[in-house]
Nanobody
Framework: QVQLVESGGGLVQAGESLRLSCAAS????????MGWYRQAPGKQRELVAT???????VYPDSVKGRFTISRDNAKNMVYLQMNSLKPEDTAVYYC????????????WGQGTQVTVSS
């Protein structure tokens, strides 16, 4: 089991930056994939960024070049640096952890709101 707690959301203007943080309740060294997803009102939850435990990255085109995910295994933290924010980035952002094994496990945080005004 792992509990995830996000922080760092808020209200910013277009073009500004935010850094989201995700604190895990235990070591993330063995967690295969850490990621960020987001969900805007009336839309499905979508991938924002993932990072594996061997530092492979995935970003959708919508955030590539603007967002950067990182993980600090020593601090059990995952971060999402968001630059050049756009109004369409407005959503609730969720931290996610995937542990692969005999039975795969997926964990979610409670989410943090990011609002970008034009």
């Amino acid at each position: 089991q792992v509990q995830l707690v996000e922080s760092g959301g808020g209200l910013v203007q277009a073009g500004e930056s935010l850094r989201l943080s995700c604190a895990a309740s235990r070591s993330i060294f063995s967690i295969n994939v850490m990621g960020w997803y987001r969900q805007a009102p009336g839309k499905q939850r979508e991938l924002v960024a993932t990072i594996t435990n061997v530092s492979n990255f995935v970003y959708p085109d919508s955030v590539k070049g603007r967002f950067t995910i990182s993980r600090d295994n020593a601090k059990n933290m995952v971060y999402l640096q968001m630059n050049s924010l756009k109004p369409e980035d407005t959503a609730v952002y969720y931290c996610n952890a995937k542990v692969y094994g005999l039975r795969d496990s997926v964990y979610w945080g409670q989410g943090t709101q990011v609002t970008v005004s034009s």
